[in-house]
């Protein structure tokens, strides 16, 4: 197999990089641009960029928005499962985290960024 370099996939070391508040504020202003009418992408751009922020109250909000895109549109449920997991673990709801992680291996047992999280996962856990 060929070997993948860190830019091809986003592995947990890449949420653990936060954007800058520029980069931020440009999800956010685009996310508030379309406010009543936000479109899927964008919603998910923003909680995305949430996640990966150092701050517990933006993480959170990347949460409740994947959360939401995850209930209303299932064509995006994978997508969403792997950042629901990633930020469950960053607020160190290991339980969630684990169950949203396991729910993506099921469904590709191969993926990188599931197995690495994984273990990091079950590292928390059983500590």
């Known amino acids: 197999p060929a070997i993948m370099s860190l830019e091809d996939l ?6 653990e990089a936060p954007l800058s508040n520029e980069e931020l504020n440009v999800l956010r202003r685009q996310y508030e641009r379309e406010e009543g009418d936000v479109t899927t992408q964008t919603k998910f751009n923003y909680a995305w ?3 990966k922020s150092r701050r517990k109250n933006e993480q959170q909000l990347g949460v409740k928005l994947l959360a939401e895109i995850f209930k209303e549109s299932p064509e995006r449920r994978r997508e969403c499962l792997y950042y629901l997991a990633l930020g469950h673990y960053k607020l160190g709801e290991y339980t969630h985290a684990r169950y949203y992680n396991s729910e993506l291996l099921q469904r590709e047992p191969n993926n990188l960024q599931a197995k690495s999280l994984k273990n990091l996962i079950e590292d928390k856990l059983n500590r």
Do not use: Q
């Open 10 to 15: 986003p592995y947990a070391a890449d949420a």
């Open 49 to 51: 960029g949430l996640i």
